[in-house]
């Protein structure tokens, strides 16, 4: 088998799996581990996959400007945030942090909804401005254009002196055995502070995110107490019930 046949066959194996192990796609190919180290390493250095100890994961959907992810899969989003709405309870302190599926549920939030929502996205901020039964806690500090959200040890100190009773989080990668993972260490930090100052976790993802991975973790996906998706497969799901995570599609 070429070169690069065996690439495309690694590809479409792990589309299909989410994970391949070093050691199975050896006997599979009837190649050495050592050539299997080697594929995955010209795969990952083209951006195709995400090497890790023992194989590889699949890379998440691209990290693009925030204007351009608000237009992919807005229906998807719109019905996540549909999905989250029950969860959402009046009289309560909610922290909802910077994505498109948030800002997609903000939009949602009814207009006479009662209660705390504390963010550090400007957008999702303002797009619950005029919702004249919500107070409105806009966590400042150094803005992040990328992803529209302010972090920074400014925004890390005021959540120090928080306590939520729901974290909406926002999902860039996931995985069962690494957990969640973003794109920046200082993006990590604040999402880190904001599950530990929360009761529970609730976090929505469209299905491509599943068993993607990310260079900075957030944590293992213990931390989360719900997760909405949309046409969960049957295997994840039992995974991930194994975890005694509340799985919702």
Do not use: C
Request: charged share 25%.
């Amino acid at each position: 088998m070429l070169k690069l046949e065996r690439h495309q066959k690694i590809l479409d194996l792990l589309n299909a799996e989410q994970k391949v192990i070093a050691s199975d796609l050896s006997q599979r190919f009837n190649v050495s581990e050592d050539t299997i180290r080697r594929d995955l390493k010209d795969l990952d250095s083209q951006g195709l996959l995400k090497r890790v100890h023992s194989g590889a994961l699949r890379v998440g959907p691209p990290i693009t400007n925030f204007n351009y992810r608000e237009t992919v899969a807005s229906e998807q989003k719109t019905a996540l945030a549909h999905k989250a709405l029950p969860f959402l309870k009046e009289e309560s302190v909610i922290i909802i942090d910077g994505s498109t599926t948030n800002l997609a549920l903000a939009k949602e939030i009814p207009q006479d909804f009662r209660a705390t929502i504390i963010t550090n996205s400007p957008p999702i901020a303002i797009a619950l401005a005029q919702h004249p039964n919500l107070e409105i806690i806009n966590i400042g500090g150094t803005f992040y254009k990328q992803s529209m959200i302010n972090i920074g040890v400014q925004a890390y100190k005021q959540l120090q002196n928080i306590r939520a009773d729901l974290y909406i989080m926002g999902i860039y990668n996931i995985d069962l055995d690494v957990g969640t993972s973003v794109p920046t260490m200082q993006e990590s930090d604040i999402k880190r502070e904001m599950i530990r100052i929360s009761t529970e976790v609730l976090g929505m993802i469209t299905n491509d995110k599943f068993g993607t991975i990310s260079n900075h973790i957030v944590g293992p996906i213990e931390d989360l107490t719900y997760l909405i998706s949309e046409e969960i497969p049957e295997k994840v799901r039992k995974e991930y019930n194994k975890q005694k995570i509340v799985l919702i599609d």
